[in-house]
């Protein structure tokens, strides 16, 4: 049946609304697609629905066609598997937390890796039940800092969360290429204007991620490209909290000595040819710290680390010593003392002093308190080549938490050394190699063909859904109003009657009628624009506003036997007769 505009429930604005910034967020209000409950949260009206719900069935048919099978979670969760986790505390405040008449913690769903994985626990036991591809479309509620664009970043959102489960490593990589080219085919389908970027794994944990950002210029994301070789990363950066307790201080210093003077790199050099000298050569500057660990203690018992030799290898270098004005006392560790100690293990360092591995076991150093701008920070991954300067005030505040990143514009390209340039989008999707986090918390195992216990291997891929509708009208949109692909698009047709009422031009609306009904038999939905006087002009505005790919305007031309078939996108318009329209659209 025809959507008609004579009774369908739609006010168009002609007015900004005053809370939007992104014309995405403007228009999807002003053409009455969304409105707005309270901050994040929307309600989807008819014309939004209908193209959430699009958008949902491609992702659907998407996942059905690599084999992954559609379930429903609650959104309701119990606490206790997010405790099991330890993403009950590391959600913090981004989680919507509630009690139940009794006193019982429960939360809303940020993310379901949780449940998935108990459920596979609950039913399978054996490797034969495996691989297995299980997702859900679902509303998530994360309570977002900043939620911002209508329904580009909600409180309320919609997901697709799909998670893979396999007994080995291989399984995994088979698995997740499977989710990666479904998701090519997906943001394809979308019309989306894409990058494929290595990600930060955040708070997930795990290893080999991949982000799908619809690439826009007002986009949260930032993301390096390499021009010469396609190489692209998120610059995303993580956020680390300060630990509370620092046990810095129950790693003894295997070697401590005060410097009279302000240490140079000739008091370093010094102080590790005495205590921890080579078999082949002496220590010279620009050699490369191996297991061992240097840090300064300042006067005020604040400790520097200098460099670090776990586990890449960091030169001996003046500039690590420019910061340095005051004498101080430089310590040093031996590796395997540093490792003993589980919190140091960890990464932190130092009284006030934290440092926190990456996803791609980056280690980064630093103290909170030193001064803002200086730049003295450095980690590295296994190989010891990516190195990664961290900047006080930038990177990282004395507000007790850290802000670091992989890569960022103008470094070298990891894979070719081209200078990387920058650019912004918008987070569409993200696959995730998930390794054993979740099934090792909860427990997941099955029995392989030995007979032996193996914890099962996980992945997690998750679509922005509802993000995704304000994506496509962010890339789709003009000064008059939406421009949808045809392949989200609310409905297919907007036929227009420009007469005044049926009964001063009753031909228009009759043909205006025959129209819709024969493009509906030719399968084709239709909103049909029905209302009595109303001007064309106001018809024609709603129309560009609306953004429906194909607009037929039956009026004034029917005199000469034509009506006027637009596209939306492109602008054009032609008169075609009467009695061909249907067959030019279909
Ligand atoms: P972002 O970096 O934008 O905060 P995320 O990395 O926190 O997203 P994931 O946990 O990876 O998000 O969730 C999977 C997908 O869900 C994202 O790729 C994104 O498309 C979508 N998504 C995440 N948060 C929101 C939100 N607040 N509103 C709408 N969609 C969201
Ligand atoms: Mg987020
Ligand atoms: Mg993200
Ligand atoms: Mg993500």
């Not at 008609?4 to 910034?21: N, Q, W």
């Not at 090519?184 to 204007?193: A, E, S, V």
Request: glycine letters at 8%.
């Amino acid at each position: 049946m025809a959507l008609r505009m004579s009774t369908l429930f739609l006010r168009t604005l002609r007015e900004d609304p005053a809370d939007a910034e992104v014309p995405s967020h403007k228009l999807l209000v002003r053409a009455g697609y969304i409105r707005r409950v309270s901050p994040g949260i929307y309600t989807w009206l008819p014309l939004g629905l209908r193209v959430l719900r699009k958008v949902e069935n491609i992702v659907r048919e998407e996942m059905d066609e690599i084999g992954s099978q559609e379930l429903l979670f609650p959104a309701l969760l119990p606490k206790e598997p997010f405790e099991a986790s330890g993403r009950w505390t590391e959600y913090g405040n981004n989680i919507f937390r509630l009690q139940d008449r009794k006193g019982a913690d429960y939360l809303l769903g940020p993310t379901h890796e949780e449940m998935f994985t108990l459920a596979v626990k609950d039913m399978y036991s054996s490797y034969k039940d495996l691989p297995l591809a299980i997702y859900q479309i679902q509303t998530k509620y994360r309570d977002e800092a900043r939620p911002r664009a209508g329904v580009l970043r909600g409180r309320e959102f919609v997901m697709k969360d799909s998670y893979s489960f396999d007994i080995d490593e291989a399984g995994l990589d088979k698995s997740y290429q499977l989710h990666r080219d479904a998701y090519i085919r997906i943001f394809d389908r979308l019309g989306f204007h894409y990058v494929i970027v290595q990600a930060m794994a955040g708070a997930m944990g795990g290893s080999k991620s991949e982000e799908f950002l619809a690439t826009a210029e007002n986009g949260e994301d930032t993301y390096v490209h390499c021009p010469n070789c396609g190489y692209a990363a998120n610059v995303e950066a993580v956020r680390v909290p300060v630990p509370d307790a620092l046990p810095y201080a129950d790693v003894p210093a295997a070697h401590a000595e005060s410097t009279p003077d302000t240490p140079t790199i000739e008091t370093l050099v010094a102080h590790l040819n005495a205590h921890f000298p080579r078999e082949d050569r002496p220590w010279a500057a620009g050699d490369t710290l191996k297991n061992v660990i240097v840090t300064l203690v300042h006067p005020d018992g604040t400790r520097e680390p200098l460099a670090i030799g776990v586990p890449g290898d960091r030169e001996i270098d003046e500039k690590r010593l420019g910061a340095q004005v005051e004498p101080a006392t430089v310590e040093a560790f031996e590796e395997k003392d540093f490792a003993a100690n589980p919190a140091l293990a960890k990464g932190y360092i130092g009284p006030g002093a934290l440092g926190s591995e990456s996803a791609s076991g980056i280690r980064y150093l630093l103290d909170p308190r030193v001064v803002e701008g200086t730049r003295w920070v450095t980690g590295a991954d296994e190989t010891g080549k990516h190195v990664v300067d961290l900047v006080a005030g930038r990177d990282f505040t004395a507000d007790g938490t850290i802000e670091a990143a992989d890569v960022r514009p103008g470094d070298a390209c990891p894979s070719c050394g081209h200078a990387l340039q920058s650019a912004r989008g918008i987070e569409m999707g993200h696959i995730f190699q998930l390794g054993t986090k979740y099934t090792e918390a909860l427990d997941l195992k099955v029995l392989d063909q030995h007979g032996k216990l193996q914890t099962v291997i996980m992945g997690s891929y998750g679509v922005g859904v509802s993000r995704a509708v304000a994506c496509v009208a962010e890339g789709n949109h003009d000064e008059l109003g939406l421009r949808w692909p045809r392949e989200i698009s609310p409905v297919d047709v907007h036929v227009v009657a420009t007469g005044k009422d049926v009964t001063r031009d009753p031909e228009v609306f009759q043909r205006s009628e025959e129209i819709t009904r024969a493009l509906e038999a030719a399968g084709l939905s239709v909103l049909y624009d029905d209302r009595q006087k109303v001007s064309p002009g106001v018809k024609f505005k709603d129309s560009e506003l609306i953004g429906v790919p194909t607009i037929v305007v039956v009026g004034k031309a029917l005199e000469q036997g034509v009506v006027e078939i637009k596209d939306r996108a492109t602008g054009e318009r032609r008169e075609v007769p009467v009695d061909q329209a249907v067959t030019e659209i279909v």
